[in-house]
């Protein structure tokens, strides 16, 4: 089998073969590091890549297989992590030089879990500054382009994952949400990303585990490989108090709508959805329609203004973490944290819990959304993919308005989606975001899965930035 097409295989499938023994862990880790060697130049996905001692893994990997022992449900796929997660041993710049020469002493619990299915990691993927921003542009590793289109961004801050996943270079990514972080880069490169119930995959390295708003998440190129990073990933950890409410789950993504009652948002507030992007999404909703779903128009005004909370609240973060380095590190800081910084020192402590109330309104207002709608439905983005240029920080106007069908539900903690909606005139991809009530990840993905299984998603594969520099093609 030429090695580009192990590359473009789902996960679930890598992981059957190898066990069968009918494909080697070390061929598809040569394969993967080969195609990111060639694509790497072009798309500037990696941060630090980790090819040595995958290969090593790979061996390790392979020398199980042969000899009979126990194999975990990943065991000898590649997998990316995003910057931001910790790798014991490895640094982690978070995208700055100001963290340049943090090592992490340990694996996160997601990190730890994946290694411990027999999943082999490749490298570390790039994302703005302290995962800030909605694009994908690091002062200290520089600009991610996407495959679709060399000019526009792939989204972030998970940026370096979904470039990856849209470029071949491993079936699995592990990004991060703190704002619509894993939904939009999926968005943009036509892929999936999922940001579970808060707490159902546990994220023990967030400083503020009780006023949380960050979610650390699976992205891939299959539903069927959603369901399955996400069931190596969820789980309880001592240190997330979220996480405690949960339990191990193994995730079947059955192709299923009928009956499903869908709420339809086009349109969040003042903020408008571009033409084309609305259509397209509606086009998917109403194939669901078509299987048997019911879907209605949903209007409410619980959505009005919910950027005015997100902004104290991230930016408050922002400056409570993130102060310090200022003084220290002044213009070698990207210019739009220092503003994000700067705004959120200027919030007072009433200002900060008034937020935190709305918060709290706002999640009981979806609550009762959930007692008429099974599913919501949004557009992912308010447009398609945007130029690299375009900015991008949480505390920006250009992130409230293309950014809008994301952050209110990081606020919430509902499991959110994007699956890819088809691709605009112009090839860039579109996505349509689904929420669930908390704890319903399995619905999403048995509409995912329906969705897939009635449109796919590669319909004009592989990326454009991708088919001429590769050598072998499916």
């Not at 996400?230 to 979220?242: E, H, R, T």
């Amino acid at each position: 089998m030429p090695p580009d097409d192990l590359c473009l295989q789902s996960a679930t499938l890598l992981a059957r073969r190898i066990a069968a023994r009918e494909v080697s862990p070390v061929d598809v880790t040569d394969a993967v590091i080969a195609r990111a060697a060639r694509l790497d130049p072009v798309l500037n996905i990696f941060a630090q890549d980790m090819f040595d001692t995958a290969r090593q893994q790979a061996r390790a990997a392979e020398a199980a297989v042969m000899s009979g022992a126990p194999l975990g449900r990943l065991h000898g796929v590649p997998i990316t992590i995003k910057d931001n997660v910790p790798i014991g041993g490895l640094p982690m710049a978070n995208g700055s030089w100001a963290s340049a020469d943090f090592v992490p002493a340990a694996d996160a619990a997601v990190v730890a879990r994946v290694r411990s299915a027999g999943a082999i990691v490749i490298g570390k993927t790039n994302l703005p500054e302290f995962a800030h921003k909605v694009l994908t542009d690091s002062p200290m590793f520089g600009v991610t382009r996407n495959p679709w289109g060399l000019d526009r961004t792939p989204g972030g801050s998970s940026g370096g994952a979904s470039a990856a996943l849209a470029a071949g270079v491993a079936p699995l990514a592990i990004g991060t949400d703190g704002g619509g972080s894993i939904r939009c880069p999926a968005s943009c490169a036509g892929v999936l990303g999922l940001k579970a119930t808060l707490g159902r995959i546990p994220f023990e390295t967030i400083p503020d585990g009780f006023a949380n708003f960050a979610f650390v998440g699976p992205m891939t190129r299959t539903v069927d490989d959603l369901a399955l990073l996400l069931s190596v990933m969820s789980g309880p950890v001592a240190a997330d108090p979220f996480s405690l409410a949960t339990a191990p789950a193994v995730f079947v993504p059955t192709p299923s709508v009928r009956g499903l009652r869908i709420g339809w948002i086009e349109h969040f507030g003042r903020y408008r959805t571009e033409p084309e992007t609305a259509r397209l999404t509606r086009d998917r909703l109403l194939s669901l329609q078509a299987e048997g779903a019911e879907v209605e128009e949903l209007h409410d005004p619980c959505f009005d203004d919910v950027f005015a909370t997100y902004v104290v609240l991230a930016t408050t973060a922002h400056a409570a973490r993130l102060g310090p380095l200022v003084e220290a590190w002044g213009d070698r800081l990207t210019e739009s944290i220092r503003v994000s910084i700067a705004r959120g020192q200027g919030w007072s402590a009433v200002e900060w819990q008034r937020a935190h109330d709305r918060r709290t309104a706002l999640f009981r207002s979806v609550q009762r959304l959930f007692e008429t709608y099974d599913l919501i439905a949004t557009p992912t983005m308010t447009a398609p993919p945007t130029g690299l240029g375009a900015g991008g920080s949480i505390e920006t106007d250009m992130y409230a308005q293309w950014a809008a069908p994301l952050y209110p539900f990081n606020l919430t903690g509902h499991p959110a989606a994007s699956v890819p909606a088809g691709f605009t005139a112009a090839g860039l991809p579109v996505g349509l975001q689904l929420i669930a009530p908390w704890h319903a990840e399995q619905r999403i993905l048995e509409a995912a899965a329906l969705l897939e299984q009635l449109h796919g998603w590669q319909a004009l594969w592989p990326p454009p930035a991708t088919a001429s520099r590769c050598s072998s093609r499916r």
